[in-house]
């Protein structure tokens, strides 16, 4: 991953960015077409993500996108116990 310096600032590709944000490239697209997330368009095709932008975004994530499920609290089931049956 190297920023490249456009118009004294530091910008990622969608590659790059998936690599620091550690998330899916689908994800990265998602964010920039809902405005989630800052970028250029250079050239009418490649984005171009301002690094602070993508620093902030990758804080920013859930814990289902960066791969720590095991963090994530959830309630313990409150099931019934079945009655069992008696064998015969």
């Given at each position: 991953?190297?920023?490249?310096?456009?118009?004294?600032?530091?910008?990622?590709?969608?590659?790059?960015?998936?690599?620091?944000?550690?998330?899916?490239?689908?994800?990265?697209?998602?964010?920039?077409?809902?405005?989630?997330?800052?970028?250029?368009?250079?050239?009418?095709r490649a984005w171009?993500?301002?690094?602070?932008?993508?620093?902030?975004?990758?804080?920013?994530?859930?814990?289902?996108?960066?791969?720590?499920?095991?963090?994530?609290?959830?309630?313990?089931?409150?099931?019934?116990?079945?009655?069992?049956k008696?064998?015969?």
């Open positions: 991953m190297t920023p490249q310096k456009i118009d004294a600032g530091e910008y990622l590709t969608v590659r790059d960015a998936v690599d620091f944000m550690g998330c899916t490239e689908g994800w990265v697209r998602m964010l920039l077409g809902t405005g989630k997330l800052a970028g250029k368009r250079f050239g009418g171009m993500i301002p690094i602070e932008a993508a620093r902030e975004a990758r804080d920013n994530l859930s814990t289902r996108a960066t791969a720590r499920k095991h963090l994530a609290k959830r309630p313990a089931a409150n099931r019934k116990k079945s009655a069992k008696k064998k015969k």
